[in-house]
């Protein structure tokens, strides 16, 4: 007998909720956009060819999602912005009741995670274009 809720299932499901929180994030300033964009396109990648394809060519957000699938770019505004956005939530952390510890974790991670991005490429390679 098959299984009710299967492994395709619950990647749709999570492709559904990245897609809805990529839209709450472009009308909140504070919360990130694209990485939403992103997951869901992994989960839709495994699951659902239909949903894959409307991000890819969605006018809004399908470029920045071909750029990072093929090459790996995060555009020069993503990587200020997931800067800016790490750094505020840290101040904010900071004026909190957080302990040392959690300041230390959160900071190392941040670093970690901004690291990254910045280390990707901005631009496609010239010979792509």
Do not use: D
């Not at 994030?25 to 919360?31: D, I, S």
């Amino acid at each position: 007998m098959k299984k009710l809720f299967n492994r395709c299932f619950w990647l749709h499901a999570a492709g559904i909720i990245f897609v809805g929180l990529g839209f709450i994030g472009m009308a909140l300033p504070v919360m990130p956009t694209t990485i939403f964009f992103i997951l869901a396109l992994a989960c839709f990648s495994r699951s659902s060819p239909k949903f894959e394809h409307w991000l890819l060519t969605h006018p809004k957000f399908g470029p920045s999602l071909v750029a990072w699938r093929e090459y790996q770019v995060v555009p020069p505004k993503g990587k200020w912005g997931a800067g800016i956005g790490m750094l505020i939530g840290y101040i904010i952390l900071c004026f909190s009741t957080a302990p040392w510890y959690v300041l230390v974790l959160v900071a190392v991670i941040e670093i970690a995670v901004l690291a990254y991005v910045l280390t990707r490429p901005s631009h496609p390679p010239a010979s792509a274009n």
